[in-house]
């Protein structure tokens, strides 16, 4: 875990696992079928509130991930929902066909998925989200 993300965690009293799935039931990913799935769940030890969701991974990883990969993944997607003006601004932002019925689709899903993980981090950390939105998670402290 980036030193960055741990003293996140700890100074926020978050907890971390996550279990191994066979499948993703969001749908959310064209996974290759070799693809490893995870559900994680973030939990504050203070109140107890919970996040959860799922965390998939392409056929060349071989250890189950940490809770700064995941954390940065749902704090990536929760900043790009966070920045979109709509869906259309974030079909834009990210090169989404719209022309084609399963382009339209797929940006809706992506974009649900996104808020997902927007609220989750919201109910999870309240006021603290906008700390969590300035981590560099590359950073080594």
């Known amino acids: 875990m980036s030193n960055t993300a741990n ?4 100074l926020h009293q978050l907890g971390f696992r996550v279990e191994r799935v066979s ?8 996974w290759q079928r070799d693809a490893r799935h995870w559900r994680f769940e973030f939990r504050t030890l203070s109140n107890d509130e919970v996040f959860a969701g ?3 991974q392409g056929s ?8 700064a990969e995941v954390l940065e993944a749902c704090t990536m997607d929760a900043r790009s929902f966070d920045d979109a003006a709509d869906v ?5 932002e990210f090169g989404y066909d719209l022309d084609m019925t399963e382009g339209v689709d797929r ?3 992506v974009y649900a998925g996104c808020g997902e993980s927007f609220a989750g981090l919201s109910a999870l950390l309240g006021d603290n989200l906008a700390e969590l ?3 560099d998670f590359d950073e080594e402290i």
Not at 23 to 30: I, Q, Y
Not at 88 to 92: N, R, T, V
């Open 7 to 10: 003293n996140f965690m700890k």
């Open 23 to 30: 499948t993703r039931p969001d749908s959310l990913g064209d």
């Open 54 to 56: 799922y965390f998939s």
């Open 60 to 67: 060349a990883h071989s250890t189950e991930p940490t809770a």
């Open 88 to 92: 259309l601004d974030f079909a834009h």
């Open 107 to 109: 940006v809706r899903k």
């Open 133 to 135: 939105f300035c981590l």
